[in-house]
């Protein structure tokens, strides 16, 4: 792509109604557009990372076995009248009336919906366990939208749903799904901590959040060092394995300021390990067992024909948010920078170049033709503006890798610069395999 036919809306000016680094960059850089309060539109670079991270969690997905659908944004009371949420959600659910006067919702989750399909499809253990999944718009009628994509009204969520025989098994497919996690988080470099919490409007007894750490998050941690130190690769893909791996993750110190208590962090924790830190909820997932299945009546008939409520989990992650949530946690003096598993390029050209000459903006054109012919996603800035001004908006921008195309190549070698690192003089071979590790 060249920078000068991206529809990439960059604005100089701070804008004044963001408050945290990830609202303002990403209004900046032209990521998102504020349509109205909390809900935004999503421009073609901000859409770009987004559809990465979207991908990335529909692989871990699909690896633990979890299958994908999809699921409407628009829902019918009748449902949550039946589950009894109806009235419980409050204002936080927005309601809309059809033309026949039914009463219709814009979902802000999913329980009672996958519920209904579920028990209208199956009927016996031999059906069980299942996961299944959607990646879908979320609307959360919230009191104060804020930060951005970060808590806003209309969000992208993932959410999951297991369905299993019995408490022990539907044990395993959490497991399952708390593995995924994990290896989703990491993938998109970002260090995330389990933590027991609340379950609030969703319910059960049994839930954690996925933690990720960044300075401007909205929740205090404290937690001991070894949580960075479990490596997911020791873990087996089987039941016993996950629950081992579970434990491991959970008997480790995590609490969140509200149940903090300074004692007990030090008897627990040695002091050198001892991390307090801040960080953001990306990820929440629960076990309710029949909270839904007893009152909507989704039974299914076991291996004796005896008729029984099937256990039930919900798991979500939430894809936009992480746009967000990663740009806090990787910001650094003014420079932000993608992971590179989902930067929305692979690396930019930046040729210098002025009126009276182009040689060097027809050196980068071969070398972009070059790395487009390898597949490999590549930005050229071909705007005819000097250096300087060139490197602030790619400082902002985050593409993670830069080809200088200017007084400092030398014969066949290019200048190739990693962000926040020292430029270096390479072969173009040498960058192409830089770039693909
Ligand atoms: N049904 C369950 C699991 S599928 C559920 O809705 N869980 S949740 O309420 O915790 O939401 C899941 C994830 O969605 C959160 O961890 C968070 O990352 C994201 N999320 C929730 N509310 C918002 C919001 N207002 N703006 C942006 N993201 C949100």
């Known amino acids: 792509m060249y920078l000068s036919k991206l529809f990439i809306p960059i604005t100089k000016d701070l804008p004044a109604e963001a408050k945290i680094k990830s609202h303002q960059l990403m209004l900046r850089t032209g990521m998102i557009k504020q349509s109205s309060a909390g809900i935004y539109s999503w421009l073609p670079l901000g859409f770009k990372v987004m559809k990465k991270i979207e991908k990335i969690v529909r692989e871990e997905q699909n690896s633990v076995g979890a299958q994908e659908m999809l699921m409407p944004t628009i829902q019918?009371?009748?449902?949550?009248?039946?589950?009894g949420r109806y009235d419980d959600y409050g204002e936080e659910m927005l309601r809309i009336t059809d033309r026949q006067g039914r009463e219709m919702l814009y979902g802000p989750t999913n329980e009672e919906l996958i519920t209904d399909v579920f028990r209208s499809s199956i009927k016996s253990y031999k059906s069980l366990p299942q996961i299944l999944y959607h990646i879908q718009w979320k609307f959360r009628d919230e009191i104060r939208p804020r930060f951005g994509v970060m808590r806003c009204k209309e969000f992208y969520m993932k959410d999951a749903y297991s369905f299993d025989l019995s408490d022990e098994e539907a044990k395993k497919s959490y497991n399952k799904m708390f593995f995924s996690y994990l290896k989703t988080f990491n993938r998109l470099g970002l260090k995330a901590i389990p933590m027991s919490a609340e379950t609030g409007p969703i319910g059960g007894d049994l839930s954690h959040e996925f933690i990720i750490l960044a300075d401007t998050g909205e929740s205090k941690i404290y937690t001991d060092k070894k949580i960075f130190e479990i490596n997911l690769k020791n873990y087996?893909?089987?039941?016993?394995?996950?629950?081992?791996?579970?434990?491991?993750f959970?008997?480790?110190?995590?609490?969140?300021?509200?149940?903090?208590?300074?004692?007990?962090f030090d008897k627990k924790v040695e002091k050198k390990n001892q991390v307090i830190a801040k960080g953001i909820e990306v990820g929440h997932?629960?076990?309710?067992?029949?909270?839904?299945?007893?009152?909507?009546?989704?039974?299914i008939d076991d291996k004796e024909g005896k008729k029984i409520s099937v256990k039930m989990g919900s798991y979500g992650i939430g894809v936009s948010r992480l746009v967000a949530a990663t740009i806090e946690a990787n910001y650094n003096n003014d420079v932000m920078k993608w992971p590179k598993s989902i930067s929305p390029f692979d690396v930019v050209i930046i040729p210098s170049i002025s009126k009276n000459n182009k040689e060097n903006l027809q050196k980068a054109e071969k070398i972009y033709k070059d790395l487009k012919k390898q597949n490999i996603d590549v930005l050229l800035d071909d705007v005819d503006e000097n250096m300087s001004n060139k490197f602030k908006k790619h400082d902002l921008i985050g593409v993670p890798y830069q080809i200088i195309v200017?007084?400092?190549?030398?014969?066949?070698?290019?200048?190739?610069?990693?962000?926040?690192?020292?430029?270096?003089?390479?072969?173009?071979?040498?960058?192409?395999?830089?770039?693909?590790?």
């Open 76 to 83: 019918s009371s009748e449902i949550w009248k039946e589950s």
């Open 406 to 437: 200017g007084s400092k190549s030398e014969g066949s070698n290019l200048e190739f610069k990693e962000l926040n690192l020292k430029s270096e003089l390479l072969s173009l071979d040498n960058i192409k395999s830089k770039i693909k590790t």
């Open 236 to 248: 087996k893909f089987n039941d016993l394995s996950l629950k081992k791996m579970r434990e491991d």
């Open 285 to 299: 997932i629960f076990y309710f067992s029949d909270k839904y299945s007893i009152p909507m009546n989704c039974m």
């Open 250 to 264: 959970t008997q480790i110190y995590t609490a969140t300021d509200e149940k903090f208590d300074k004692d007990d």
